[in-house]
C-alpha cells in the first residue's frame, strides 16, 4: 500500500481518498457518524452540538478514526471509528470498530474495503492482535461484507460460534 505524502492513500473506485481523521477534522466525522445513525434511525453525534465531544476523541492515543474523502473537495463519503484498549493476553491493543459506513450512493465500489484495509493496518501497527466487530444477526449484508473481508463469528480456536451480550446501564 502506498502512502502519498500527506498521508492519504490513493483512493478505491469511486475517487475516494482513505486517510486518518485528526482533531481538525471533527466537524466531517462528526457529520459522517451523525448521517450514519440517521441512516439506521439509531441516536447519535449532533453536528450542531456534539463536535467539541468528538475533537476531543480525535486528540485521544486509543481513538482511531479513518475517513474516505472526495478528491479534490473533500466531502465525506464513509468512515471507520476504532476504539483501542488494553487486554491481559498479548502486549498491544485490542481493537474494536465501532463504526463503519459508506454512504449509500457509493457501496459495492470498493470504499468499505479500502476503509477497513486501512483501519487494519493502522491498528496492526499499533500493536494489536485482533480487530473485534458487533453486527447485527439481521444485518445480513453487513455480516457478508466482513465475512467477505476475512472476518468470522467463529472462534478460531474452538470453531464455536462467538456471541455478545449487552446490557444497558
Not at 30 to 35: E, G
Not at 109 to 125: F, I, P, S
Not at 137 to 144: N, Y
Request: negative net charge; charged residues 25%; aromatic residues 6%.
Amino acid at each position: 500500500m502506498s502512502t502519498h505524502a500527506s498521508g492519504e492513500e490513493p483512493g478505491p473506485a469511486a475517487g475516494a481518498r482513505i486517510r486518518i481523521a485528526g482533531p481538525t477534522n471533527a466537524e466531517l466525522v462528526t457529520r459522517l457518524l451523525h448521517d450514519f445513525n440517521t441512516e439506521f434511525d439509531c441516536p447519535g453525534p449532533d453536528p450542531d452540538r456534539d463536535v467539541p465531544r468528538i475533537e476531543r476523541l480525535l486528540n485521544r492515543d486509543d481513538v482511531l478514526v479513518v475517513v474516505a474523502t472526495t478528491d479534490p473537495g473533500g466531502h465525506g463519503v464513509g468512515i471507520a471509528s476504532l476504539t483501542l484498549r488494553p487486554t491481559a493476553y498479548w502486549d498491544g491493543p485490542l481493537a474494536h470498530l465501532e463504526d463503519l459506513y459508506v454512504r449509500p450512493n457509493l457501496r459495492s465500489r470498493g470504499v468499505g474495503a479500502a476503509l477497513l484495509d486501512r483501519a487494519r493496518a493502522e491498528v496492526h501497527a499499533r500493536g494489536a492482535l485482533e480487530l473485534h466487530i458487533i453486527v447485527d444477526d439481521a444485518d445480513v449484508d453487513a455480516r457478508r461484507f466482513y465475512e467477505r473481508n476475512g472476518f468470522s463469528h467463529l472462534d478460531p480456536d474452538s470453531g464455536s460460534g462467538m456471541r455478545i451480550f449487552l446490557r444497558q446501564l
